[in-house]
């Protein structure tokens, strides 16, 4: 806990600049926490919009010890008052009805501390704890653009040259801007795809074959026949397709899976041992089951044919249990846009990575931070910027079916930080970035 002290300004100022919305609707791409839900939202489940009603008790991994404690009322089991984290993670999870959290930090270079809240199993009452894995959604976007970044700088590929070059006349069938799209274009969210994550049709697609994967090609195709939806090469809106289009252009560049190539230009550099690219690998037990509720479990549970046997009740709130309804298409859906599961320590040690370790030149850090075609865009190529009292800020959030995330590097301070729940269906400020803001004082304080 002392590194924490030496973490002070830093801390502070970069959860300053989290703040987290409503799953259910896209952020703005002027926020600091660039996560709209990605593409496996489409396997989300129906829940009552109700938010309230966790336990107070939690339980704490400090490190990777993931022990239990018991902490009800305020106090330790032995009478003592709680530790301002317990306690404020606790009214957290109190006040949203989250079932866990997990926590990472880490500073230059150091291992990271890693933390753990709550329960990942529900009606089990299994603790969640630090090595369950657990899915981090949009943060993948930074990764992949990364790897495109890594090949732009090898002169293997050209930021501002058609995609089609590299896929083909055919790579979008029947969109109508597919001759023109850049590689820019599918990294800075200005390719004009609509973001399938919320498109209702996309829903309907998925309700029967839940239990079937969904391939690149196949989201490309549902995207392409839906028509632009943004002004190409100027207009900024978020989408997963054009990450998912991002990763055929890496295997069709490289000749190799996209996986195998996130892994061997990213995962196996950070050692990051605990890392996985869905559906292409799988992350092996314990991993975290999710929970979906709020307003956006409400709204999809009737699109994907949904019944209370996919419910449960957590302290009076209704919640949609993740681990009862088949996940193939969810984990398949996000691929290089959204599909990374990993441990909360690696998450840390890799939004840190992309910026202090040499993986990517100063020249390709400028270009995921402010390459995109409108220099007012707080959102680069891969990675969402801020200025906070002069000091920049690199973040990246991500939601999907069961899971909320958000990860984020201060380089004045060489800090980075990763905080997941296994709810989705947040809002406002009790969104993980919000949460994020709150803790900056605690975490600051420790020593």
């Known amino acids: 806990m002392k590194r924490l002290a030496s973490a002070l300004l830093g801390l ?29 939202a489409a396997a989300a489940t129906t829940a009552a919009p ?36 317990d306690a404020a993670i606790g009214d957290w999870m109190e006040r949203t009805g989250a079932p866990g959290l997990v926590l990472a930090i880490t500073q230059g270079g150091a291992e990271p501390m890693t933390f753990a809240w709550g329960v990942s199993d529900i009606a089990t009452d299994t603790p969640l704890t630090v090595n369950h894995h657990v899915r981090i959604g949009s943060v993948t976007k930074s990764v992949t653009a990364a790897v495109v970044l890594q090949l732009v700088a090898a002169g293997l590929v050209e930021l501002d040259a058609p995609v089609a070059q590299y896929l083909g006349d055919d790579w979008a069938p029947g969109y109508e801007h597919a001759a023109a799209v850049t590689v820019r274009d599918l990294l800075g969210h200005t390719s004009g795809f609509v973001e399938y994550a919320f498109d209702v049709s996309f829903y309907q697609l998925a309700a029967p074959r839940l239990a079937e994967q969904i391939s690149p090609e196949e989201i490309l195709e549902f995207a392409s026949q839906y028509g632009p939806v943004a002004e190409l090469g100027t207009e900024f809106h978020y989408n997963t397709t054009g990450y998912v289009a991002a990763g055929l252009l890496i295997e069709a560049v490289t000749g190799n899976a996209a996986a195998a190539e996130l892994r061997a230009r990213v995962f196996e550099p950070l050692g990051l041992e ?36 996919n419910q449960i009740t957590h302290n009076d709130a209704i919640f949609v249990d993740i681990g009862t309804v088949p996940s193939d298409f969810a984990r398949s859906a996000g691929w290089t846009g959204g599909g990374i599961e990993a441990q909360i320590g690696d998450v840390a040690l890799l939004i840190r990575g992309l910026f202090a370790t040499g993986i990517l030149d100063d020249d390709q850090v400028a270009l995921m931070t402010t390459g995109h075609p409108d220099p007012a865009n707080s959102y680069g190529l891969g990675i969402s910027t801020d200025e906070i009292l002069g000091l920049t800020i690199y973040t990246h959030g991500g939601g999907v079916p069961g899971f ?4 984020a590097y201060a380089p004045a301070f060489d800090l980075g930080v990763a905080l997941t729940t296994n709810l989705l269906g947040l809002e406002g400020d009790d969104d993980v970035g919000g949460l994020l803001e709150a803790l900056a004082p605690i975490l600051a304080a420790m020593n």
């Not at 309230?52 to 902490?71: F, L, N, R, Y």
């Not at 292409?280 to 699109?303: K, S």
Request: proline share 14%; hydrophobic share 30%.
């Open 404 to 407: 909320r995330t958000i990860a």
């Open 274 to 309: 605990h890392t996985y690219l869905t559906p292409d690998e799988f992350p092996p037990e314990p991993t975290a089951n999710g929970y979906v509720g709020g307003t956006i479990g409400y709204l999809m549970g009737p699109l994907l044919g949904l019944t209370p046997d």
């Open 12 to 40: 502070v100022l970069l959860t300053a600049a989290c703040s987290g919305t409503d799953e259910a609707v896209p952020e703005s791409p002027a926020s600091t926490v660039v996560s709209p839900t990605t593409s496996e």
């Open 50 to 85: 109700t938010t309230t009603a966790a336990p107070p008790a939690t339980t704490v991994a400090p490190s990777t010890t993931a022990a239990q404690q018991d902490e009800p009322d305020g106090e330790a089991a032995d009478g003592e008052p709680l530790d301002p984290l």
